[in-house]
């Protein structure tokens, strides 16, 4: 009696979750974009979300060992840029979020971190159902300009996928797939991650269209898809006023960009709309919560004076938008005081700038200018250090003495003032 051969395992989860697929696909939210019916704010939330999404599951793929199954996802194309391409295109537009929606994408990023923790395998069958969206995209493609197109410039970048390449990219998914040497029980966790995405994504999509009433919202996800649901701003002039500053202590301090990118400016957009909420809270409350955040940014490489900006930035452009609440917001630049005043009792403002200088003259202005601001930036984290943020140092100036990255003379001047603040201090 003749065998056939076991399915490949590409070929099981395509059975497995054919009836998942069929209910999705009748969605009201896809038979509103294929019949040219949908929202913008139903289509704007999709795109929000899946930011949140494919930003978790490629920060967690790239967590993973590179053995295993992390050097089967390790060239997995991303798809978060062309989220946050198409995402620029409505930023102007100030749509409010989906709060309804939100829960269930933070849900889906939740369990990616989970999966990768705890059971790395079972990521190839999320990816499995995220890279089969981009097949699935390309039939919608024409639903979306022909609903959107005008607003999106005609980019639709997300529906476009690789273009005339997905076909390509999927077989070669495809196959690295079905080389992975999954047991029986793998391949059972595996279809089950797959089925487990699909149930999620169902319950997303039922929350994107029709939107529910009163679930319109401004989120911190709308700013930084990794920032999770803390409060920012409900008032348009508030919100657009600390995204503008956030901007702006961003380009005082070159470092940000070279060092933490796109990741960077979405965190920074998402921070400054939570601090403008502090501006409701108690002054007790307000330095408190300006000192936790403080002590954790400085372990992570963004001394405090950058804060310290930040707060006096944030109270100049709030009460610019917002003239009759100036009163209001002037906590935030006594928060920004209270950061001063610890770092110049640690070292006097002389003593401070006499540092920075040196710095600049041993460094051509900062290697002219294009690194402007961080003779100060090294200072400032030595004082954070003496402060009691223990990694204050650590965190910042391994990165400013790469040699791939920075001439002799850069490196030995970071070091010479980190070594002279702390003798100054001493």
């Known amino acids: 009696m003749a065998h056939s051969d076991p399915p490949t395992l590409m070929e099981a989860l395509k059975l497995a979750v054919q009836e998942q697929h069929r209910r999705m696909e009748s969605l009201p939210f896809f038979r509103a974009l294929t019949t040219n019916h949908l929202p913008l704010a139903s289509y704007v939330g999709q795109l929000r979300s899946l930011a949140i999404v494919h930003g978790a599951l490629e920060h967690e793929c790239a967590q993973l060992p590179a053995d295993g199954v992390g050097a089967f996802l390790a060239h997995r194309s991303p798809r978060l840029a062309h989220l946050r391409e198409d995402l ?7 749509i409010p ?14 369990q990616i971190r989970r999966t990768r923790t705890e059971r790395p395998a079972d990521l190839l069958g999320i990816v499995y159902v995220m890279e089969g969206s981009s097949l699935g995209n390309a039939m919608l493609l024409p639903g979306v300009l022909r609903n959107f197109g005008d607003r999106t410039r005609g980019t639709a970048r ?14 070669a998914f495809r196959a690295a797939v079905n080389a992975f ?4 029980g793998e391949r059972r966790g595996i279809i089950d991650a797959a089925l487990d995405l699909f149930g999620r994504l169902e319950g997303l999509y039922r929350a994107l269209y029709p939107i529910p009433a009163e ?47 796109e990741r960077g400016r979405e965190f920074a957009r998402s921070d400054a709309a939570w601090l403008a909420t502090l501006a409701d809270l108690p002054e007790a409350q307000v330095l408190s919560q300006v000192e936790w955040l403080g002590r954790i940014l400085g372990n992570r490489g963004i001394p405090r004076l950058t804060l310290e900006r930040q707060l006096i930035l944030l109270d100049e452009a709030l009460a610019a938008a917002w003239p009759e ?13 209270m950061l001063a005043r610890e770092r110049l009792r640690l070292l006097p403002e002389p003593v401070f700038q006499e540092l920075v200088l040196a710095f600049q003259r041993a460094t051509d202005n900062e290697l002219g200018g294009r690194f402007k601001g961080t003779g100060a930036l090294i200072v400032s984290a030595v004082c ?8 204050a140092v650590d965190s910042l100036q391994p990165w400013l003495t790469e040699a791939a990255r920075f001439p002799p003379a850069w490196i030995a001047a970071v070091d010479a003032t980190v070594a002279g603040a702390r003798e100054a201090l001493a």
Do not use: S
């Not at 700013?223 to 508030?238: E, K, S």
């Not at 954070?384 to 990694?391: M, R």
């Open 88 to 94: 620029g295109v409505f930023e102007p537009l100030l």
């Open 181 to 184: 040497p999954a047991d029986a």
């Open 97 to 110: 979020d989906n709060k309804a929606a939100l829960p269930c994408a933070l849900g889906i990023a939740e």
């Open 384 to 391: 954070d250090e003496a402060a009691g943020i223990t990694g």
């Open 158 to 171: 997300y529906y476009q996928g690789h273009g005339a390449r997905t076909g390509e990219h999927w077989a």
């Open 215 to 261: 679930a319109d919202a401004f989120t911190a996800t709308m700013l930084n898809p990794a920032a999770g649901d803390h409060p920012v701003p409900q008032d348009p002039r508030a919100f657009q006023a600390a995204v503008a500053a956030a901007g702006a202590c961003h380009d005082e301090f070159p470092y940000f960009e070279e060092r933490f990118q």
């Open 325 to 337: 609440r100036a009163g209001d917001f002037r906590i935030l630049g006594e928060a920004a005081g």
